[in-house]
């Protein structure tokens, strides 16, 4: 199937990194003894942000919160789907007050909430494609969520099993370019997923994008798309390449700050879907 990429308005929750540091290690690309520069962070999120804007994409933002230095990973504070908001249920105690903070902001602003009773990390390990949810697991989601999310949503969940603690999110190791039905479309990097889960990727998406290590080395694939521009990491410059090359518009923007924790622009970024 040829995917021609179109680009729809999206709508996104984000934090300001105003408590950025890195203070614990909770995954390989966290050094606690290295420095990190909270107004650079916050630079370069806000060229983030702004680049959403220029984009015509709505962006809201949630107040950070002291003491939660990983807040500003947005896409990990919960899985939006058809208007209804699933809460994250952190794996780690540093990361655990996120949960209710992001689900109280949803409350707050009129949303449905579910509160999770099985131990998930929002969008950094569910994504929406079309009308299925992949599903990551391995490191951080328990397979038991990809059951819940299944029961709140009604949605069809495919479980994706993650074998390299690099790519400990799916978000990480998979980014959704085309989510519309009929147009979905995916970029991902194999060596980041079981042999069974690779199978399933390219039963799914024979058309698929396939990332180099280079790509998956800078988290270029924590990358965010609108079905035609896809803001992504400076350093993935092959998977620039193929984008441009099946017709999607590169946006490289800069977060290596952020990428100290463990983060790109897509764990920045939670995407809000309403109700179709």
Known sequence: MTVTPRATSRHYLMCEPTHYTVSYEINPWMDSTRYTDASLAVQQWRTLRETFESLGHVVETIDPIPGLPDMVYAANGATVVDGLVYSARFRYPERQPEGPAYEKWFADHGYVTHTAEQVNEGEGDILSVGDV?????????????????????????????????????????????????GAEQVAYYPPAFSDA????????????VVASERD???????????????VVAPGAVDLAA????????????????????????????LEIRAAR
Do not use: M
């Open 133 to 181: 949810l992949l599903a990551g697991t391995g490191f951080r989601t328990d397979r038991a969520a990809h059951d819940e999310i299944a029961r709140v949503t009604g949605r069809e969940v495919v479980s994706l099993e993650l074998v390299d603690p690099h790519y400990y999110h799916l978000d990480t190791a998979l980014a959704v370019l085309g989510s519309e039905p």
């Open 197 to 208: 889960s690779r199978a399933e990727l390219e039963r799914r998406f024979p058309d698929a």
């Open 242 to 269: 193929q984008l441009t090359e099946r017709g999607y518009r590169p946006h490289p923007v800069d977060t290596s700050e952020l990428l100290k924790g463990g983060g790109g622009a897509k764990c920045c970024t």
């Open 216 to 230: 998956a080395a800078c988290l270029g694939l924590n990358a965010v798309s609108d079905g035609l521009n896809v």
